[in-house]
């Protein structure tokens, strides 16, 4: 598996907080990406990057943010926190070929 | 109409039966197509790709029909460990362009 970790790994913030999610891979896989999950949907794409400081919006941008300073960096910001983004959110690397390796998951609990 | 459909389940399954899923898409150029497993409060993992003349790896065969438009995994012998969430994913196009399905939940009980 690649190796992808993400940090936290669970957090509980109050409504309007900016709050920063963190993925690190090991792999020098070129892209990355930011999903959300949640009961009843399947995995929705949030941003995805294509190269250091090349991203784009996924199917639900609104209310997010991201940064990709380093290869092995990718960073999620919610601005403002809101009690719908409470979900869980998993990066995932892919490197030639399309299929995605993903990490462990952040649990995030919005007040 | 969800562009990628499947069956929720939970399929309760006894140990050492076959179990089949399928799974629908919509879009007519999807261009290739990946069955992820996921246990309970983890990440997902890649399973199989799915080829178009249909593949196999040990006891899970995945066949891909494009004229209807579904695929399907097929889990012979099952085990107690087979037990999670199966996550249909379909590529349209480019890196980033993948459609997960939510998944259908296999119980296998002893």
């Known amino acids: 598996d690649a190796g992808i970790t993400q940090s936290p790994r669970h957090k509980v913030t109050e409504t309007g907080t900016p709050v920063t999610l963190r993925c690190h891979q090991t792999?020098?896989?070129?892209?990355m990406y930011w999903y959300r999950q949640d009961p009843g949907h399947g995995l929705r794409l949030i941003h995805y990057s294509y190269g250091v400081k090349d991203t784009d919006k996924g199917e639900v941008s609104d209310g997010y943010s991201v940064s990709r300073s380093k290869t092995e960096d990718f960073l999620l910001t919610l601005e403002s926190a809101t009690s719908s983004q409470t979900s869980v959110y998993f990066c995932a690397t892919s490197g030639q070929g399309s299929e995605q390796f993903f990490g462990p998951g952040t649990r995030l609990t919005v007040l | 109409r969800k562009e990628v459909e499947q069956d929720p389940g939970p399929f309760n399954v006894p140990e050492g039966a076959t179990v089949a899923f399928n799974c629908t898409y919509s879009?007519?150029?999807?261009?290739?197509f990946f069955w992820y497993r996921q246990d309970c409060r983890k990440e997902p993992k890649l399973l199989m790709s799915?080829?178009?003349?249909?593949n196999e790896d040990g006891r899970f065969t995945a066949q891909l029909n494009r004229a209807s438009q579904y695929i399907s995994l097929l889990i012979r012998d099952s085990k107690l460990s087979d037990s999670a969430t199966y996550l249909c994913?379909?590529?349209?196009?480019?890196?980033?362009?993948?459609?997960w399905g939510a998944g259908t939940k296999l119980i296998i009980k002893p």
């Open positions: 792999e020098n896989h070129r892209y």
């Open positions: 799915v080829y178009s003349s249909g």
């Open positions: 994913v379909v590529n349209i196009g480019g890196n980033y362009q993948l459609i």
């Open positions: 879009n007519s150029a999807s261009q290739s």
